[in-house]
């Protein structure tokens, strides 16, 4: 295999299972040099504690782009999630026109929303802008949620194919190229991952367990991204993504206290193993 380095652009919530403490850990059992830059400092991530620090690191991303262009580094994928402020995705746009290769794929879970409502802090301002950075992604990994405020469309919790093949057209038509839509339910304990490739459409069903977790959605998007950058193909790479972050959840279960996370890490071997198969 030929060595792929890549970036990931999301917050260090110091203590909470998300965004980098679980995309670099994940991406680097997969098998890939994984260069980090982080969009913020939390001292925990936002839901479920109160109090947290927030440091915005928006102004030191010019520094740091600027450094990488002069020393020549390029990345073969950049992966974003979780960003710190509506204006640092401007910055994050150039980053992927200056530090990329020529075939650079780029990939952007939208991670502003859950449950229908945004995450504290983020405003129409902040939606607005993340349309513009899903448009120029390769592919995106939205929840049902984060569709709706890309799109415009109202959140439901009951629907049919007809809904989700709206949120495909308006995604579509804003300009996103292949989408992976998160949490698509069509019947009781069952959900599931809308791929959509070139415009071809294809759906991966599994089991919807009892419990959830907080930092679910950035374990499926590094492991999609792991398995995608390593090789697999769109679909497959959902799958592993999906089975692997069932594993988590599972994990997880057995310990009521630990309500912040996902235990992603004693079921890395799975993952691993399942990239590299
Ligand atoms: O898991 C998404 C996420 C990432 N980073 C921070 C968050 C959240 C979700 O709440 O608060 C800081």
Redesign the pocket.
């Known amino acids: 295999m030929s060595y792929k380095k890549i970036l990931t652009i999301?917050?260090i919530?110091c203590v909470g299972q998300?965004?980098l403490t679980v995309a670099l850990p994940i991406l680097s059992a997969c098998g890939l040099e994984t260069c980090v830059l982080p969009s913020a400092v939390?001292s925990t991530?936002?839901?479920g504690f109160t109090g947290y620090t927030f440091r915005d690191l928006t102004e030191d991303m010019p520094a740091i782009r600027d450094h990488w262009i002069r020393e020549g580094i390029r990345f073969s994928a950049i992966y974003t999630?979780?960003l710190g402020s509506t204006r640092q995705i401007d910055y994050v746009a150039s980053i992927f026109q200056t530090t990329g290769t020529d075939d650079c794929v780029k990939v952007v879970d939208p991670?502003m929303a859950d449950n229908g409502r945004l995450?504290p802090g983020f405003d129409g301002a902040f939606v607005e802008a993340m349309k513009g950075l899903c448009a120029q992604a390769d592919y995106i990994l939205p929840n049902i949620t984060e569709s709706c405020f890309l799109t415009g469309l109202e959140y439901r919790t009951d629907y049919d194919a007809s809904y989700i093949d709206e949120h495909i057209g308006k995604l579509t038509a804003l300009g996103c190229k292949n989408i992976i839509l998160t949490g698509v339910s069509f019947r009781p304990g069952k959900t599931g991952i809308m791929v959509v490739e070139e415009g071809v459409k294809r759906y991966y069903e599994h089991e919807l367990l009892p419990n959830s977790c907080?930092?679910t959605?950035?374990i499926y998007a590094s492991a999609f991204v792991g398995a995608f950058v390593r090789g697999k193909d769109a679909y497959t790479a959902a799958q592993i993504a999906a089975n692997y972050t069932m594993a988590c959840i599972r994990a997880t279960a057995e310990e009521q206290d630990h309500w912040y996370g996902a235990k992603f890490e004693p079921v890395l071997g799975g993952l691993i193993q399942a990239v590299n198969g």
């Open positions: 999301q917050d919530s998300c965004s939390l991530h936002t839901a999630g979780y991670a995450y907080h930092g959605g950035d």
